[in-house]
């Protein structure tokens, strides 16, 4: 996928489910990614600029993976994804929303 923002991350990934056989994605440089490679720091990076839930997101509603860019997903980081997703939800609903806002 390129090219993907937080507005056709949901859509994108919801096209991805139908794949069953589907056991890597690279999503690294997109617009929605950022510098999310295991920040803790909460919703943005430093920069405020890129959203550090895209990969449990991505984790969560993708169970066929098995490699997120080039990374492996172990089975505990899949429970806390999907624990985490409602609120993921939330917050990717609402970077959709101000991206929109902001053409």
Same mark, same amino acid.
């Given at each position: 996928?390129?090219?993907?923002?937080?507005?056709? !991350?949901?859509?994108?990934?919801?096209? /991805? $489910? &139908?794949? *069953?056989?589907?056991?890597? !994605?690279?999503? #690294?440089?997109? @617009?929605?990614?950022?510098?999310?490679?295991?920040?803790? #720091?909460?919703?943005?990076?430093? &920069?405020?600029?890129?959203?550090?839930?895209?990969? @449990?997101?991505?984790?969560? *509603? /993708? @169970?066929?993976? *098995?490699? /997120?860019?080039?990374?492996? %997903? $172990?089975?505990? =980081?899949? %429970?806390?994804?999907?624990?985490? !997703? @409602? +609120?993921?939800? +939330?917050?990717?609903?609402?970077? =959709? +929303?101000?991206?929109?806002?902001?053409?």
């Amino acid at each position: 996928l390129n090219f993907v923002g937080y507005d056709a !991350l949901s859509e994108s990934v919801e096209h /991805l $489910t &139908k794949l *069953r056989d589907l056991q890597e !994605l690279f999503l #690294s440089g997109n @617009p929605c990614c950022g510098a999310a490679n295991g920040s803790k #720091s909460g919703k943005f990076n430093d &920069k405020g600029a890129n959203w550090n839930g895209y990969r @449990p997101y991505v984790v969560a *509603r /993708l @169970p066929q993976l *098995r490699y /997120l860019d080039g990374v492996e %997903i $172990t089975r505990s =980081a899949r %429970i806390e994804a999907m624990r985490a !997703l @409602p +609120a993921l939800v +939330a917050e990717l609903a609402d970077l =959709a +929303a101000d991206a929109s806002e902001a053409r």
